[in-house]
């Protein structure tokens, strides 16, 4: 959080959804951290359509149908690589598409994140099966 709450478009605050810390642009909460490794990410769904294949790719994405928000694991230094690229785009998305604010209703809750060694465990038992 300190490396992007350095970015000028960002600002500290409190997270909408009352769990972690959060930043914002001039208009809307753009990032929650909700623990070291769990962060959501809001996009547009402009944005999340665009990177929607990219997102299948991803071991660190998850997605919630129907919602602006994208949730993060950072497990390594490349996840984290990906959130900061993902926070340029939000930013970007946000001022190219100004509107209403949405509400600052995130993932937290609503996705379960599973440790990568828990994951992959998983992947194998379903193909033994």
Not at 103 to 128: I, Q
């Amino acid at each position: 959080m300190d490396q992007l709450a350095a970015w000028p478009d960002l600002s500290p605050c409190e997270a909408g959804c009352g769990t972690g810390r959060a930043l914002r642009s001039v208009r809307d909460e753009i990032v929650h951290f909700h623990s070291e490794r769990d962060v959501d990410l809001h996009l547009t769904t402009r944005a999340i359509q665009r990177l929607h294949y990219d997102f299948a790719e991803s071991t660190a994405i998850r997605l919630v149908p129907g919602s602006r928000w994208v949730t993060v694991h950072l497990d390594c230094e490349t996840d984290v690589d990906l959130l900061l690229s993902l926070v340029s785009v939000a930013l970007k998305a946000h001022s190219a598409h100004p509107g209403h604010p949405a509400p600052a209703v995130c993932n937290f809750h609503r996705v379960t994140v599973l440790a990568r060694d828990e994951a992959d465990d998983d992947d194998e038992a379903d193909e033994a099966g």
